[in-house]
């Protein structure tokens, strides 16, 4: 079965500081990867996702970045945060199945 | 572009009581839907899909979902409620042809008193 590691679980950082969010998965290869980004406790947002090394697809335009530099390791990056960057970050892996999603716990960003 | 809606913020049930949580959805071609569920500061957990044949789908912990073509719907529904039910609840669409991009409404809290 899968299992997905996302460190670190909390974090605060001031504004204009650098960040970088890792989730690591197990259990699986090759996997198709996802960052999203739930904002306010409530909708999510298809930030990031990832096919296979170095393949990294953008979804909205914003201060973050991924990259996927090993199968099974995605990570987020920005090299100065805003205010609007706080929020909860969820990694999620693709399974066998059609649209079947398996998210990690999370990282919750709060951004002063 | 693939779209679901969520009209409800929350909705309230007592325990015991049946529930709905509603979603309606917007798609070109066949529609992909799903039910995730949101335990607080933690991950979505799937409960359930709809990809075709019978449109009542069974999931996880009781949950069953009503995929209605006419009235491009998938309600979550529960035949009796549970406090530990208690959740964000997300609808979602996929959103291409292949893979498992999904397109997640607003979500709906449900509260379920005892």
């Known amino acids: 079965s899968q299992t997905i590691h996302q460190w670190p679980a909390t974090l605060v950082q001031p504004v204009g500081s650098p960040l970088s969010l890792e989730c690591t998965v197990e259990?699986?290869?090759?996997?198709?990867l996802y960052w999203y980004r739930q904002a306010a406790g409530r909708g999510l947002q298809l930030l990031f996702y990832?096919?296979?090394?170095?393949?990294i697809s953008s979804e909205v335009p914003q201060n973050l970045s991924a990259s996927r530099p090993q199968d099974r390791q995605f990570i987020l990056s920005s090299k100065k945060l805003l205010l609007s960057d706080s929020g909860f970050y969820l990694c999620?892996?693709?399974?066998?199945?059609?649209?079947?999603?398996?998210f990690g716990e999370g990282s919750r960003l709060t951004v002063l | 572009a693939q779209s679901v809606a969520q009209p409800e913020d929350q909705v309230n049930v007592a325990e015991g009581n049946p529930l709905t949580v509603k979603c309606t959805y917007s798609?070109?071609?066949?529609?992909?839907l799903f039910w995730y569920v949101q335990y607080p500061n933690r991950g979505l957990q799937f409960l359930l899909k709809y990809i075709t044949g019978d449109n009542l789908v069974k999931g996880s912990y009781g949950f069953e979902a009503e995929f209605n073509k006419s009235q491009t719907s998938f309600h979550l529904k529960k035949p009796s409620a549970l406090v530990s039910d208690s959740a964000l609840y997300f609808c979602a669409v996929r959103d291409d042809n292949s893979g498992n991009k999904l397109v997640f409404g607003a979500g709906t809290i449900l509260r379920v008193k005892s």
């Open positions: 259990g699986t290869s090759n996997p198709n």
């Open positions: 798609v070109s071609g066949n529609p992909y």
């Open positions: 999620a892996v693709g399974t066998s199945q059609p649209g079947e999603l398996f």
């Open positions: 990832s096919v296979g090394i170095g393949q």
